[in-house]
């Protein structure tokens, strides 16, 4: 099968190719395990970590892509949840350990045996792959392929993200960064919550347009004030810049939600900027979020099934990964990016 492999830890301002086209052998599904042929794979900012060591595979070569729709080519001994044919998705959670305290009480997210699909194990940057059937979920069939492939990450992680902010209807929320987990956001808070008013925070000009085309009431530059303090903030960035400056736009009691599976540290001394009276006096809170359940990807599917939530997509084929990835780097960004893998 072909498979874009990643083999080493590289810096993309410097090389624009990370990975390597290849022809492996296609893997065979075990114990609980199904073999899918993927259709399509989301490509995502965590795999720009990967690849530049800030939160870097246990092994290499490894298959990155965590965001993997496909059909269900063959099922494994002792296999019961799907059969050939069926549509299923893999998120970024391919594995918990299910028996520590974590697992136990639902937070399998926090588990310290917790698995990523494509740093951990072979991901969906590939003809098939496999994967453990209780953690895959059923796509509903509203969805395309390559529609259904951002709403198993930046779909899911912006869902737990808005749960964990708190928001009530009425109050004002922040996004800063408007890749593919922000626009979503903004899709799912219009339905969800109508009086909410959305402003956003974006580096780019043509992010901030596309804010607006979808219905947020404002939209700045990142060192902006936004018009009236906001109850809540949703931080997508891979930098620290946006943190502090959302920290000046959060209102008492208000609550900051980082997204983002590590920051880089080339801006790190914006943390210096920080002061005490200004940024977090009055009750402010920061919060992180880590990884997804099961239950926030399968609780979102069926959330943006109801609405309906379509991403805005940008289709690559699978020899296009690098390009993919480099726009990405350069926040080239209008919505979610996906690798068109088969049909």
Known sequence: MK??????????????????LREIPRPSPGENEILLRVRACGVCHTEIDEIEGRTPPARLPVIPGHQVVGVVEEAGRNTALFKPGDRVGVAWIFSACGRCGFCLSGQENLCPEFKGTGRDANGGYAEYMIV????????????????????????????????????????????????????????????????????????????????LELGAAWAGATEERAPQ??????????????VVEALLNLAPGGRLVVNAIRKESADREELLQLDYPEHLWMEKEIKSVANVTRADVREFLRLAAEIPIRPEVEEYTLEDANRALAEIKERKIRGAKVLRVSR
């Open 132 to 211: 453990k059937e209780d953690f895959a979920s059923a796509i509903p069939p509203v969805f395309s392929d390559v529609e259904a492939a951002p709403l198993l990450c930046a779909g899911a992680i912006g869902y737990r993200s808005l749960a964990l902010t708190g928001l009530r209807d009425g109050q004002n929320l922040g996004l800063t960064g408007f890749g593919a987990s922000g626009h979503l956001v903004l899709k799912m808070v219009r339905h969800r919550f109508p009086k909410t008013r959305v402003y956003v925070f974006a580096r780019a000009e043509k992010e901030r347009e596309f804010a």
């Open 229 to 242: 303090k906001l109850e809540a903030i949703i931080d997508t960035t891979p930098v620290w810049k946006p």
């Open 3 to 20: 498979a874009m492999v990643m083999t080493r830890i590289v810096d993309l301002t410097k090389n624009r190719s990370p990975l390597e």
